[in-house]
């Protein structure tokens, strides 16, 4: 059960954490999250313009935009500095 609510936990800080970081980034540094949402359209045109059958893209081109793209990928480097964090914070403990 701890198992459980330490990864749910850990989960919800990465939202929370993410959607921090995002919102910063947006208003500290404007043309960075510009060149950042440039990156994701690119990703998306990708994504879009592979030759998907036209009953799939449409799905596709529903649920991926630029922001959902950019947000996932805040959510993920901070999922990951977090897990850094737990790892180092929890090693001197486990010996």
């Known amino acids: 059960m701890a198992r459980i609510f330490g990864a749910t ?9 993410g959607g921090i970081a995002f919102a910063l980034v947006a208003v500290q540094y404007p043309s960075g999250m510009e060149a950042i949402f440039d ?5 998306t045109d990708a994504i879009t ?6 009953q799939y893209n449409v799905w596709v081109r529903f ?4 922001t959902q793209l950019t ?3 805040f959510v993920i480097v901070t999922r990951m ?3 850094t964090l737990w790892l ?3 090693a ?3 010996r």
């Open 9 to 17: 936990t850990s989960l919800f800080f990465s939202f929370v954490l």
């Open 39 to 43: 990156g994701a359209g690119y990703v």
């Open 49 to 54: 313009d592979a030759g998907i059958p036209t």
């Open 63 to 66: 649920l991926i935009n630029e």
């Open 71 to 73: 947000l996932f990928g």
């Open 81 to 83: 500095i977090l897990s």
């Open 88 to 90: 180092i914070m929890r």
């Open 92 to 94: 001197p403990f486990d």
